[in-house]
């Protein structure tokens, strides 16, 4: 099972997690700047960064005895971050 990530600016395809098997994955596109150029064009992106984080359990009575986890995947564009995203789940 994957997501279509396609609110950057390159559509990514990402597999679920390998833990949880969940499909709630953040991906944020690290800019030079995050404030407008003059020519009304955007900053180039230095990093892009895949963030997941585990629910936590709770147990009969309640309790959440595990922390969740979270996982956070980071590359120098979309490719190389969905790559490495992508081979961490297999």
Wanted: hydrophobic residues 35%; charged residues 25%; proline residues 6%.
């Amino acid at each position: 099972m994957e997501v279509i990530v396609t609110d950057t600016e390159v559509p990514m395809k990402l597999k679920c997690c390998p833990f949880c098997g969940g499909l709630n994955i953040d991906v944020r596109e690290n800019r030079t700047n995050n404030t407008p150029r003059m020519d009304g064009k955007r900053w180039p992106i230095f990093t892009v960064q895949i963030d997941h984080h585990c629910a936590r359990g709770v147990d009969v009575n309640g309790n959440y005895p595990v922390l969740a986890s979270a996982i956070h995947i980071r590359g120098r564009d979309h490719k190389s971050a969905e790559a490495a995203w992508n081979k961490r789940t297999t």
